[in-house]
């Protein structure tokens, strides 16, 4: 594999691609071309590791990887899968009885076993397709290793854990708060299905103890995810059931109270010259109470929408993080139709041109503000 | 499972890239000082000017060649290219609109289904690449279309293509594979 990765680096050095490159960029190659081969040995690598041992910027080392696959014609090499990575991960962390107290000690291959569960249920709902692989691993050995032993290691945070097992500062790439986000994804995951465990009863879980069940939630991990599944899918017809019954009490009030409001008109209606009201407001009044109620039943209408239009990722338990919410794109009116051949009048364009006295005024002010 | 015959996907083009000839030079001063909604940068050597309707801005050089984007159709590129010409006509310069081309088209698509991206490129590789830690999307490049398209693991999809057809091609040739690796649930 080395003498793979050294006439790799010397083919890319030569091309001209990477002839005229900085001294920087010519550092990233070499750690690419590793990359490379490693990845064609099926050799479990992290872009994020070679870039931590290179000390350069994740952005450079991405550019430098493309331009080395497309100015070699390199077959794109499969990228590592998590579980693939994840033993040669766990035995970076300084924890084997001998290493660090007994409380804290854990075997590589336990620690591998349960973090490879906690990958596995992480990628089934959602929390693995298209982010870094590092900060999902950190954040499956911490919740694993405290798992193993949560009575003793519950207390203790992420950074505690990085510290005990010494690992080095820059383990996880540039932003540290990363890893802290997916063991925050993963406990809430791990709270959801640990109120489907038949002891809890229905009872909420705190992510801070949720690791106490870990291991039994692992053990039926497959039908806790149906259940919970499940049980959300009721939940919400239960609440668009319930929606739907407050929109129609809510439309039989406001006819009602139009009624109401109608039969008391045409009561009032012989009185109203004495109260000097013009009896042509009575209508008028009418008109606007139908506008009025017609108009809260357009505001009761879309206040609560129709169920149809709600969001489809209300209807999911277990989602990508980023279809959750996401944004709602802005409905723009169809402008009219366009052939690109039509006349163009001479008003429009006049709007783009600046006037001789707008011109002036501008040469004048751009004067001033050069002599200040 | 087969893909239905049936589905309707509404592809949203979010961007067109056009551009044309003056066959003129170009004085990017005067430009500058007597268009408005103008930014001149004389850095770079351009002016940038940006159209109401349709909404388009155009990179503009003293070459006389001039790139428009932000339209929302060939068309609309089109016109607002046209109204662009007509401006520069009208504060001076001998402008004849040509080789006007549409080079580049920028398309959304959402599907009706999440996607595993890993099981999507290895049953298309080399064609598809996934870098997880570069990018969160799939990419599948169509060299018959030059097409690229872009798969995120939600189901939304973004395609560029040098015109709208090629966009449109690009969707039905690769919704099938996606469909084969469609994420069901547990």
């Known amino acids: 594999m080395e003498s793979g990765a050294v006439s790799l680096y010397e083919r890319a050095y030569s091309h001209p691609s990477f002839i005229q490159v900085s001294l920087q960029k010519k550092e990233v190659l070499g750690g690419c071309c590793v990359l490379s081969t490693c990845r064609q040995h099926n050799w479990p690598v992290a872009m994020c590791t070679i870039n931590s041992l290179l000390e350069a910027e994740p952005m450079l080392m991405g550019v430098v990887y493309q331009d080395l696959v497309k100015a070699l014609d390199l077959q794109p090499p499969p990228t590592a899968s998590l579980t693939d990575m994840l033993e040669s991960y766990c035995y970076g962390y300084k924890l084997a009885p001998g290493e660090v107290p007994d409380v804290f000690a854990e075997t590589p291959e336990q620690l591998v076993q349960r973090s490879a569960a906690l990958v596995e249920l992480a990628a089934d709902v959602w929390l693995v397709t298209g982010r870094h692989p590092l900060p999902i691993l950190m954040a499956c050995v911490y919740v694993a290793w405290q798992s193993l032993k949560p009575k003793d290691r519950m207390k203790h945070s992420l950074q505690k854990f990085c510290q005990i097992a010494r690992l080095p500062k820059d383990a996880c790439g540039a932003c540290k708060e990363t890893p802290l986000r997916r063991v925050r994804e993963l406990r809430d995951v791990l709270c959801k299905l640990g109120r489907e465990l038949p002891w809890m009863r229905g009872g909420a879980v705190e992510p801070k103890t949720v690791a106490t069940l870990v291991e039994d939630i692992l053990k039926h991990q497959k039908s806790l995810l149906l259940k919970a599944m499940r049980s959300y899918e009721e939940e919400v017809e239960q609440e668009v059931r319930e929606a739907a019954e407050s929109r129609q009490d809510d439309v039989l009030s406001s006819t009602e109270s139009l009624l109401a409001g109608q039969l008391s008109g045409r009561d009032q209606g012989p009185v109203t010259p004495a109260q000097d009201v013009p009896p042509a407001r009575q209508p008028k009044s009418g008109e606007s109470m139908l506008e009025a109620s017609g108009g809260s039943n357009k505001t009761t209408e879309e206040s609560a929408p129709p169920a149809g239009e709600e969001h489809w990722g209300r209807r999911h338990l277990f989602l990508p993080p980023c279809a959750r919410n996401v944004k709602r794109r802005r409905e723009e009116s169809p402008g009219p139709h366009v052939t690109g051949e039509e006349e163009i009048s001479d008003s429009e364009i006049e709007s783009y041109i600046r006037s001789a006295e707008e011109i002036r005024s501008y040469v004048e002010f751009q004067k001033k503000m050069t002599e200040n | ?186």
């Open chain 2, 1 to 186: 499972m087969e893909p239905s015959n049936d589905v309707a996907l509404d592809i949203i083009v979010t961007n067109v890239v056009s551009v044309f000839r003056t066959r003129c030079h170009l004085n990017l001063r005067t430009i500058g000082l007597e268009g408005n909604n103008v930014i001149y940068k004389p850095e770079v050597g351009k002016v940038l000017m940006k159209l109401r309707k349709p909404r388009i801005t155009a990179s503009i050089w003293s070459s006389g060649k001039i790139i428009c984007t932000g339209a929302t159709s060939e068309d609309e590129a089109k016109l607002g290219a046209r109204r662009l010409a007509r401006c520069l006509q009208k504060i001076g310069f001998k402008v004849r609109f040509s080789d006007f081309k549409v080079v580049n088209v920028l398309a959304v698509c959402s599907l009706p289904f999440q996607i595993r991206l890993i099981e999507f490129t290895k049953n298309n590789r080399p064609i598809a690449s996934y870098e997880p830690e570069l990018h969160p999307a799939a990419t599948y490049r169509i060299k018959t279309l030059r097409s690229t398209v872009q798969v995120f693991s939600t189901g939304s999809i973004t395609v560029t293509g040098p015109n709208v057809q090629s966009v449109a091609s690009a969707v039905e040739q690769i919704y099938p594979l996606l469909f084969e690796c469609q994420k069901t649930l547990v």
